[in-house]
């Protein structure tokens, strides 16, 4: 039998080479271009071409799936599996939350996440916020910003999308502390694999009118990009998140 720390180590392996890799090859990309023009983004152009490639693979497959799935499904049922793969992520909220010093709320994620997985029957139902108790989020990338690691440059990666190095790192790191890594199942890839998918397709459909109103947007890549870095801001500090409507982005901007 394998062990199963090798998954999560494997994960963490994966992410660190992947943001050591991205970056050199960014890094050399801008010294052949030359000045970067917006010194928030100074790899645009790359950005720009990874932005591309995903949303053209949205279109293709992730979207009419997400869609798919909307039309067979009731809110009921996607309410359900929205529950249960939050409650999959309340163990890293919790870790992440312990590491800030925010004890209060590592003590709701841990009354949310004991009464949803065992009154909620696995987190399928929410009984927690029936009670008052609201679900928080923390991910490791929040806590290094809370610990004063800067973000480094935008960037966007192949199915990934948005990130940074920080939040990179702190999406290895995340992999690491989730139990989902070290439990075993009988075909543990398989059924990773699925619960991952799972998470990102009612991710997906759950976003299907917010990308809709960024598409209509004079230039979606910037509307995305000044969308990720401020609502990441706002998580870190915890302050209200932006407004629900999209910013309507100018016809240029004067990035100098």
């Not at 990308?211 to 706002?234: E, G, K, L, N």
């Amino acid at each position: 039998m394998k062990p199963v720390q090798a998954t999560a180590a494997a994960q963490v392996k994966t992410v660190l080479f992947g943001t050591v890799s991205a970056i050199a090859a960014l890094s050399l990309s801008a010294c052949a271009t030359g000045a970067a023009r917006n010194p928030d983004d100074p790899y645009e152009d790359f950005n720009r071409s990874m932005f591309e490639f995903n949303d053209g693979l949205d279109k293709a497959v992730i979207e009419p799936v997400a869609k798919g799935y909307r039309a067979v499904t009731n809110e009921p049922i996607r309410g359900g599996v929205n529950n249960f793969v939050n409650n999959l992520g309340e163990p890293v909220t919790f870790a992440n939350e312990v590491l800030q010093g925010k004890v209060g709320n590592a003590a709701g994620t841990v009354g949310r996440f004991l009464l949803n997985t065992t009154v909620g029957i696995v987190g399928i139902f929410d009984p927690a916020s029936a009670i008052g108790i609201k679900r928080t989020d923390e991910d490791f990338g929040q806590t290094l910003g809370v610990w004063g690691v800067g973000t480094g440059p935008y960037l966007v990666l192949p199915l990934l999308g948005s990130t940074n190095p920080r939040d990179l790192f702190g999406l290895g790191a995340d992999a690491a502390m989730n139990p989902i890594n070290y439990a075993e199942f009988e075909k543990d890839d398989a059924t990773r694999v699925g619960l991952a998918a799972l998470g990102g397709l009612a991710a997906r459909e759950d976003a299907i009118e917010t990308i809709d109103d960024v598409r209509t947007q004079v230039d979606p890549y910037t509307t995305v990009r000044r969308f990720y870095v401020r609502s990441r801001a706002a998580a870190i500090g915890n302050y209200d998140p932006l407004p629900k409507d999209i910013e309507k982005v100018p016809d240029y901007e004067l990035d100098f």
